[in-house]
């Protein structure tokens, strides 16, 4: 069993991530096995290149490990039209090109180049995810820092700084100030001089509490609005009155920046408990929030101090790791935001109309295309996706293959000239958009459009999910389920409400961009379209091999070619899209000479030959429909006999190739044997008996060859009733072996090695290996066992049957071996072989060191961590790294306790305290006068009547230790008040006894 320990110092306090270190720092400087000798040719699988954008239109970015935060961070800069265009207006002869970055005397300003062309992608790049490899390599990242996770909030002020740093000497140099800086003011004011004492402070986020905050209006104003007073034992020290006085202290926003970044401290430290935790309450924040009450001046217009909500970015999981992801507020539109089940219906008889007419649905396709152009393979994938069914099943019949279609309506479509490409002519087009006013607007409402953000109607932007690669539409109301739990929102960023976009730049991600950059992501498209085309083919190709049955007879169960395998079996390279329809007519233009049906099978290769499977039907299907693969076997027949022989086809009864053994008497006579080996083929469906018969035997035993562990080959009987059985029933597979012996005379059996084995009885040994490095003059042995065996016993046999030394029997332990080799954990020596579940005949190695007891377990994980002494304990953790409760039982095995392999424990310092370790004294309370209705406990048990009411109380010094003195204690037992999770006993006392033992 595998368990990770983690060590935690709860010194350590302080939630500042500095493991970036200098990261951001610039330097400007297969084989087949037909026995007939065809061998299938290994298809080297095509490099797929990413897949196109979906229907969002978005695109997401690719983890590269650990870099979900880093994903999340770009996604809010790149929605971030003002910054995102502040740096693309910074051209080559400012940051310097890539080409000259190796040049000695170049100054090139890697980071914001990296950053522009990663914002181009996600603008232009028709790819579901871009990659961030670039980019962190221009951080100086290694492998290692990219499987890390870091804080978010870290990240944004170290890439900041990096980034300023590197714009340093450009007309951006104030980049990052210009957009996020903003001033806070700290305030003293005298209350006797009123002399004001200030202290100005930039901010490039504000850091908000979220633990006993409602939400982040509350947290402000605690910070901004509330005054701290200075008085009474805590004054302040005016420098005018020259001695303390009262004062008052505050803070405001003197200066607003355009973007407001707030991060949510969603992690503190538990200074009792010494150990991190996740703040998970409930903590609101607007979607529009007006910091006006927070400034110093307010002077200016409302709208000034308006911000709107744009970004969330959500932390997923405990204060040890996790997963983050964004809420992306779509400003410009340049997303295709769309419900799956809320997408309009249209009209069902329109619909309808539309669909049987091919013409309008094709054009529909290819107006939704740059340039009105597609490839014609991806024409029938597009169709099947607008539609959802394939050309061949809803209008072949009627219109014949999709190629001919296009050919006969030349006047709108135009094929190029190796007919691999289909456009829409102009006049065509017109035409099409025509036919769409008039019938298709329901269908575009329906399916995601090319141009996202045209056909809406709302001037609202929309929400999406970017999850690393993921991009999805989510409701503004979603954003709700971020306030609290342990996925919750942790950084926020809002903007300026009268920040305004220009019209332009609604819908048209090339708005702003560079030319260079536009080039190179136009250039970058059709590299992309070229090797996805080059894929598809690739992809989409496969072989078949053609077995001729008049080529062909049926022999000893299964078909074998009469002629070479040139003639016997074509090789034909085919499109999986096409029809099984047109394959066959593909055969019969190969084949001219045949007469009468021709029906396609499914065939498979196995030892005893050619079998065959399955009939294909559905002209109309694609290859891939009917579930042909590459490097099928197709059978060509007539589908009923092969040279005047019916055929048993089907799974059921396919041939299998048993090894039969038949021992008989030899020519002495008496005990000895001879052994008589051939190969039969029989149907999977046969019952095992039929080798009885294939051997003309009226009666006999079978024995099946089975190979235990060690690698020996034993016998044993198949019991009568079995004979019933199939060979497939019987597990019997191609190269099985069976051992036939005329009689049952004895238990005796003659292996092929010359050997007398007695195969009847059961396995009861298990084999130990010796794997100390202790040399031996054997390296396994086998020790009997039965399964109340124990453990310690066997080992001990072992030692000494390996003629080991004795001493090895105080520090060895036996340690199970898997299919694989693999050693897996000791197992106890006062186990029994049932308790450790071992099967018998398995393997176990004989290994050095002792095996841990179970109620050793935990103790001897705090010893392997070398930490002496009882002040540390174990506490288990969860899947996001939350540490759970105290595993208290030391003694208790790693089952009782359901610790599993892989599982992660943390080592917290720490004493735990023992059960029973609170104590707390119990009063009895009697009022005064005969007439009282309350006695002490002891009074009424004997029976004596109490004169004056008391407080009785045992042990006077535990008490006035324990619970206080005088009227608060007194009052406090008057009310019987009991502390909050302690308990008290329902049982009496023993007389004479002063106070009893509470355990908690």
């Known amino acids: 069993m595998s368990v990770s320990i983690v060590g935690l110092d709860f010194r350590q306090v302080g939630f500042s991530f500095t493991m970036f270190g200098d990261l951001f720092e610039e330097d400007y400087s297969s084989e087949s096995n037909n026995q007939y000798g065809k061998e299938k040719k290994l298809k080297t699988k095509v490099l797929e290149p990413p897949a196109p954008r979906e229907f969002t239109n978005l695109s997401g970015i690719r983890n590269q490990g650990g870099t979900c935060y880093l994903n999340s961070l770009l996604q809010t800069l790149h929605f971030t039209p003002e910054f995102r265009e502040a740096l693309f207006s910074l051209g080559p002869e400012e940051l310097g090109s890539f080409e000259d970055k190796d040049k000695p005397d170049a100054k090139v300003r890697i980071i914001p180049l990296q950053l522009q062309r990663m914002f181009a992608q996600l603008l232009l790049l028709d790819q579901d995810a871009a990659s961030t490899t670039d980019l962190t390599d221009s951080f100086g990242w290694t492998s290692d820092e990219e499987m890390r996770q870091h804080d978010v909030q870290e990240l944004n002020r170290i890439l900041f700084s990096a980034l300023e740093t590197s714009l340093v000497g450009t007309s951006g140099h104030d980049l990052i100030n210009r957009l996020y800086h903003g001033t806070i003011v700290n305030q003293v004011v005298c209350k006797e001089c009123k002399n004001v004492s200030e202290k100005q402070e930039d901010f490039l986020d ?4 979220v633990k006993n905050v409602s939400g982040l209006e509350d947290a402000l104003w605690n910070m901004y609005v509330e005054e701290e007073v200075f008085d009474y034992d805590n004054l302040y020290h005016c420098g005018t009155c020259d001695r303390l006085v009262k004062a008052a202290k505050s803070a405001k926003l003197r200066k607003l920046p355009p973007f407001l970044t707030v991060s949510l401290l969603r992690f503190n430290f538990d200074f009792v408990k010494h150990e991190r935790y996740k703040e998970t309450s409930c903590y609101t924040f607007p979607l529009r929030i007006n910091l006006k009450p927070f400034c110093e001046q307010s002077e200016l217009d409302d709208l000034e101090y308006v911000y709107d909500l744009f970004s969330v970015i959500i932390h997923q999981g405990g204060c040890y790791g996790g997963h983050y992801h964004v809420y992306i507020k779509d400003v410009d539109h340049l997303g295709n935001w769309e419900f799956q089940e809320e997408k309009s219906k249209p009209d069902l008889q329109n619909q309808e109309e539309i669909d049987d007419d091919p013409l309008i649905i094709l054009k529909a396709v290819l107006l939704q295309e740059e340039n009105n152009l597609i490839p014609v393979d991806q024409l029938g994938q597009k169709l099947l996706k607008k539609i959802g069914i ?15 279609f296009l050919q006969l309506h030349s006047q709108i479509f135009l094929l190029s000239s ?24 329901p269908l575009l409402q329906t399916h995601a459009s090319a141009s996202p953000g045209l056909h809406d109607t709302t001037s609202c932007p929309h929400w999406f999910d970017i999850n690393d690669s993921k991009v999805q539409p989510i409701k503004e109301k979603d954003i709700e389920r971020q306030f609290q739990g342990k996925e919750s929102a942790y950084m926020l960023f809002y903007r300026k409400s009268q920040l305004q976009r220009p019209p332009e730049a609604r819908a048209n991600p090339r708005y702003g961009v560079p030319c260079h950059l536009l080039n190179e992501m136009d250039a970058a498209n059709i590299e992309l379209q070229r090797k996805r085309a080059e894929c598809d083919s690739a992809n989409n190709n496969f072989e078949l091999h053609l077995h001729l049955g008049p080529h062909y007879h049926f022999f000893n169960g299964a078909l074998h070619p009469t002629s070479s395998q040139a003639e016997s079996v074509w090789d034909l390279t085919f499109d999986k899209r096409t029809t099984l329809g047109d394959l066959r007519q593909s055969v019969f233009q190969l084949v001219e000479f045949w007469e009468g049906d021709l029906v396609l099978s499914v065939a498979k290769l196995v030892p005893a030959g050619l079998h065959v499977h399955q009939r294909l039907a559905g002209d109309d299907l694609t290859l891939c429909e009917v579930g042909i693969e590459d490097g099928e076997d197709i059978f060509v027949w007539n589908g009923v006999e092969v040279g005047g022989i019916h055929i048993p086809t089907g799974s059921d009864c396919e041939p299998v190739l048993i090894n039969i053994l038949h021992l008989t008497a030899s020519s002495e006579g008496g005990r000895r044997q001879q052994t008589v080996e051939a190969a039969h083929v029989f149907p999977s469906n046969a019952e095992v008996r039929a080798v009885l ?6 009666e006999g035993v079978l024995f099946v060859s089975t190979t235990n562990p060690v690698g020996e080959e034993n016998w044993v009987a198949i019991p009568e009733e079995d004979l019933k059985k199939t060979f497939r029933e019987q597990g019997l597979r191609n190269g099985s ?3 036939v012996q005329e009689s049952n005379d004895g238990n005796s059996l003659l292996l092929r090695q010359g050997k007398w084995f007695t195969g009847m009885n059961e396995i009861n040994w298990l084999q130990i290996q010796n794997l100390c490095e202790v040399e031996s003059e054997k390296k396994q042995v086998k020790i009997s066992a039965t399964v109340n065996t124990v453990v310690f016993e066997i080992r001990t046999k072992a030692i000494k049957e390996l003629k080991l030394m004795k001493e090895l029997a105080e520090n060895s332990c036996l340690r199970p071996i898997d ?4 050693l897996l954990c000791p197992v106890p020596d006062s186990y029994t072989v049932k308790e450790a579940e071992l ?28 930490l002496p002494g009882d002040m540390w304990h174990l506490r288990k953790m969860d899947w996001c790294y939350e540490a759970g409760e105290p595993l208290c039982e030391e003694d208790a095995s790693l089952k009782e306790l359901m610790i599993r392999s892989g599982d992660t424990l943390l080592l917290t310092e720490g004493k ?3 059960v029973g370790f609170l104590k707390v004294p119990i009063w009895w309370y009697q009022p005064g006068g005969p007439s009282g209705h309350w006695k002490s406990l002891e009074d009424q048990m004997n029976g004596t009547p109490s004169l004056g009411g008391a407080w009785r109380a045992a042990s006077t010094q535990e008490t006035e230790y324990k619970w206080g003195r005088g009227r608060e204690r007194e009052r406090e037992t008057q009310h019987r008040e009991q502390a909050p999770g302690s308990e008290l006993s329902a049982e009496r006392p023993m007389r004479g006894s002063n106070s009893q033992t509470m355990r908690s």
């Open 418 to 441: 190796d007919e691999s490409t289909v456009s829409l002519l102009k006049n065509g087009s017109l035409q099409a958009e025509s036919d769409f006013q008039r019938k298709e607007q």
């Open 912 to 914: 735990l305290l023992p």
């Open 819 to 822: 299919r694989n080799g693999k």
């Open 737 to 739: 072996s069976l051992l």
């Open 693 to 698: 018969t294939a051997l003309a035997m009226p």
């Open 839 to 866: 099967k018998m005949g398995s393997s176990l190695g004989l290994c050095p060191g002792k095996a841990p007891t179970p109620s050793q377990c935990l103790k001897l994980m705090l010893e392997r961590c070398g």
């Open 206 to 209: 504000l850091t908000v509490a």
């Open 390 to 404: 394939s050309w061949n099943k809803k209008y072949r019949k009627r219109y014949g293959p999709l190629r001919k």
